[in-house]
């Protein structure tokens, strides 16, 4: 288990974490998600103990490592550039850390190798291993190809085998799919999935590819602005985001946000046929809905006059504006009737699928939006757990 407790990083006047916590379960699968710049790969470098943080603790199965150095800590990294050696083969790049955890100078050396009984049975024992893990990531026939005879694939599976030959205690990687075209990100987003399930190792990815997280992620730490703003399980992100910037973060399509007057649970317009079922203390709440839960129908709750479409293939997008000047865009299905730019078209969706969040610091509200006859709830819930 990995542990981060307060971890905060000064660059100067910059501060790129701010108190960050959190805890990465053995044999897990976690992602660091969030935009360039966010402090995402950072908080990587600090945990493989490549950096150091200004304060805060890093803990490996309650052991406090921050005084550890990277090797010392047995991290594995996988960089976006993969940082193989040219002039290796496939074989020597995995081979190189084992020997150089095994063999000791003179055992290295090329001439001595060959001669020392002990160096040649090191070297038989690596062999071995490099033949085992390539194998196991379907490259036995690139070990004796160099760098520049690979495709970015093969380059990400030999980066991989030198890493997994280690048999590190967990696995780090920096945004290891972002050189490969769309095709061969999502072939070598299953394999790091089963690469994962073989091993049984911690892993921690980074990305701001939210595809990629959600995907392959046990949980998924969403980091904004230096700050973990949610840490949950992909369908819980999506569900259920704990704050205005988190859904605007995670989803194919863009969310509806739709700030309302509220007296007590009345909502103004375009709600008026909705409640919240339970009164809010502010005279203001902001409505989230995404754009592909809200769906054509003749008696839908929100209409609107259609002012733009874009035809995506599979799905159409349109934007609408209502009378109350709000703007709306819903996701049409291949099943929906054509939409026509200037029509009125009416929507409805289910509304304990859209999320309440406060106006002033985008944080998810404990309440619901219900249908205005519905029954209001007995207990008073300002915000989510």
């Known amino acids: 288990m990995i542990e981060l407790r307060n971890i905060s990083r000064r660059f100067g006047d910059t501060l790129a974490l701010s108190d960050v916590s959190l805890t990465i379960e053995g044999a897990s699968f976690t992602s660091l998600l969030g ?3 966010c402090g995402k790969s950072t908080l990587l470098r600090i945990i493989a103990g490549l950096d150091q943080p200004t304060s805060g603790s890093v803990l490996f199965s309650g052991r406090d490592v921050r005084d550890l150095s990277a090797a010392e800590r047995n991290i594995a990294m996988v960089f976006q550039s993969y940082a193989l050696y040219p002039h290796m083969t496939v074989h020597g790049n995995i081979a190189l850390p084992l020997a150089m ?11 001595l190798s060959r001669l020392l009984p002990s160096a040649r049975r090191k070297a038989a024992d690596n062999d071995l291993a490099v033949r085992r893990i390539a194998a196991l990531l379907k490259i ?24 997994l030959v280690r048999e590190p205690t967990a696995f780090l990687l920096d945004e290891p799919l972002s050189n490969l075209d769309a095709k061969l990100r999502h ?4 394999e790091i999935v089963d690469l994962h ?8 990815y980074v990305t701001h590819d939210q595809a990629e997280a959600m995907s392959m992620s046990d949980q998924v730490a969403v980091i904004m602005g230096g700050k973990v703003q949610q840490l949950d399980a ?3 992100l999506y569900e259920r985001p704990a704050t205005r910037s988190v859904a605007a973060f995670v989803g194919d399509h863009p969310v509806n946000f739709l700030d309302v007057a509220v007296d007590g649970r009345h909502l103004a317009p375009p709600f008026e046929g909705f409640v919240v079922d339970a009164p809010l203390a502010g005279r203001r709440v902001t409505i989230g809905i995404r754009s592909e839960r809200l769906h054509p129908a003749p008696n839908g709750a929100l ?9 995506l293939g599979s799905s159409t997008m349109v934007a609408l504006r209502l009378p109350s000047g709000h703007r709306l865009s819903a996701v049409l299905s291949e099943q929906d009737a054509p939409p026509v730019e200037g029509e009125i078209l009416r929507l ?3 509304p304990g699928r859209a999320d309440l969040f406060d106006p002033e610091d985008g944080r998810r509200l404990g309440a619901r939006l219900v249908p205005a006859d519905a029954p209001s709830r007995p207990a008073l819930g300002e915000r989510s757990p």
């Open 35 to 37: 935009p360039s710049g």
């Open 101 to 111: 955890r095994s063999m000791n100078r003179f055992e290295r050396l090329p001439l």
């Open 140 to 163: 036995e026939e690139l070990l004796d190809r160099k760098p520049s005879q690979l495709s970015g694939g093969q380059k990400q599976r030999a980066a991989v085998g030198r890493a």
């Open 187 to 190: 072939a070598m987003r299953a």
């Open 197 to 204: 399930r073989t091993t049984g190792r911690t892993f921690v």
């Open 234 to 236: 992909p369908r819980d």
């Open 303 to 311: 209409a609107g006059r259609i002012e733009r479409i874009d035809y």
């Open 348 to 350: 409805s969706f289910a």
